[in-house]
């Protein structure tokens, strides 16, 4: 391209020129723009001038930094989600869904759902709910004043609770690998991932403190069932981090405890008595369906001040009869009976897979939730591509990594709960071969 096309004197003025370029379409979808130094020179501008720019342009989702491969026009990029691939005839075994035959039936409930209408002005959480819904997340944060926020699930839940303490360009500590929707979240808000390492019994502590050290202002945490790892936190780990932590108050913690109630591990959490803000965060979708897009948020008194300030533009409250559906089915102590049981079905299943697989030559252990997070002896591109020739499609931990610099994964993550038994066989045999490691039986 021609770099003197670019004009201006200030940031403003040159990231609006580079803004007016890629609408005319001069600037495409990965173009490189001149590096900073060099800009400036051209510009006959300030070698700050130039960086300012190019930061108002990143903030702006307008350009990517890439390192050594410097600075190119963004675009929107296709991203990883969870559920079904589409358009695909292969056996999909990464969807990382709830199997459906495991989902309560609504039927019973439906009664208790409809009602007087809700106007403007009432209360916009359904007192009943509320009741409930503070009992569920009490017994885990005892030594809190605990707020009720009911949101449209846990990723608005998330998104609201990052924009109502962030600025663009301000820091999240995620898990690394970490689970897609907290991903494309972050993103999506102009906030910068800071990845942090996860092992077997949840974030590690020096990759928290890196974090910290880093100026995150939030960070996000799965407490138990990690998504993709299947991780817990430890009690041990649960207690280093909230000591770490109790040294950085105010950095918001949220805890997305998705797979609660199908949880086979006890909750264990970050958030130390003394921290001021946080939210522990709890949907039902993993147990009564993903249709179901209610989720309630435990907060401190400031943070749920101003999730109320962010819902307040718009319609102010999730649907009544999506809450008394919701309040119906967790009143019913035979659908709580049915969720219990999912939970251990999904376990067993898991177990079951790993064990099998071990005895393949694969050793792997079953963490908690609905899916299995397998070491693979070469990179897992290459075990994907294969078993696609098979039939399967598998995704790999690349999906889930966060940096531009990542190794090749060398892990899967599959849901096999769901597989019939001669599908399960099949898979395992296919496994071991593709992996090189089938083992004489």
């Not at 376990?347 to 790993?354: D, I, L, Q, T, W």
Request: glycine share 8%.
């Amino acid at each position: 391209m021609d770099e003197q096309v670019i004009t201006g004197t200030t940031a403003a003025e040159i990231a609006a020129s580079v803004r007016a370029l890629h609408e005319r379409g001069a600037l495409r979808r990965g173009d490189a723009l001149p590096p900073v130094r060099e800009l400036a020179s051209l510009l006959q501008v300030n070698r700050n001038t130039a960086v300012a720019a190019y930061r108002l342009l990143a903030q702006a989702g307008v350009v990517v930094a890439r390192g050594r491969a410097g600075t190119v026009i963004a675009g929107v990029e296709a991203v990883a989600q969870e559920g079904f691939a589409a358009d695909s005839v292969l056996r999909d075994i990464g969807t990382g869904n709830p199997d459906p035959a495991r989902i309560p039936d609504l039927s019973a409930a439906l009664a208790h759902a409809v009602g007087r209408p809700v106007l403007y002005g009432e209360p916009v959480i359904d007192p009943a709910l509320h009741a409930r819904a503070l009992s569920w997340v009490r017994e885990d944060l005892p030594e809190h004043d605990l707020r009720i926020t009911v949101t449209n699930g846990a990723v608005d839940a998330v998104e609201r609770l990052l924009a109502q303490a962030l600025l663009r360009d301000d820091a999240v500590a995620l898990e690394d690998p970490c689970f897609l929707a907290s991903i494309h979240t972050v993103r999506h808000g102009g906030y910068r991932a800071m990845p942090v390492p996860v092992d077997a019994e949840g974030m590690t502590v020096d990759g928290l403190r890196a974090a910290l050290d880093a100026g995150v202002r939030a960070i996000i945490s799965t407490p138990r069932a990690q998504n993709p790892t299947g991780a817990t936190l430890s009690p041990a780990r649960a207690a280093e981090l909230r000591a770490l932590l109790a040294g950085h108050p105010y950095v918001l913690v949220i805890e997305d405890d998705h797979f609660s109630m199908l949880s086979q591990r006890p909750y264990e959490t970050l958030i130390g008595p003394g921290h001021r803000r946080f939210a522990l965060v709890r949907s039902v979708s993993k147990f009564l369906g993903p249709d179901m897009c209610l989720a309630v948020a435990a907060t401190d008194q400031e943070t749920a001040e101003r999730l109320a300030f962010r819902l307040s533009p718009g319609t102010t409250w999730v649907s009544h009869i999506l809450q008394r559906l919701v309040l119906a089915q967790l009143s019913d102590e035979s659908v709580l009976a049915e969720i219990a049981a999912a939970g251990r079905h999904y376990a067993a299943r898991n177990a079951s897979f790993a064990e099998r697989l071990t005895e393949r030559g694969l050793p792997t252990e079953a963490g908690d939730g609905l899916n299995l997070w397998i070491d693979l002896p070469v990179e897992a591109r290459l075990v994907a591509e294969r078993l696609m020739r098979r039939g399967w499609l598998a995704r790999t931990g690349d999906e889930f990594g966060l940096g531009e610099r990542r190794a090749p994964s060398h892990q899967l993550r599959l849901t096999v709960h769901d597989l019939t038994e001669e599908e399960a066989g099949r898979l395992l045999d296919d496994l071991a071969d593709v992996a090189g490691q089938r083992s004489a039986r």
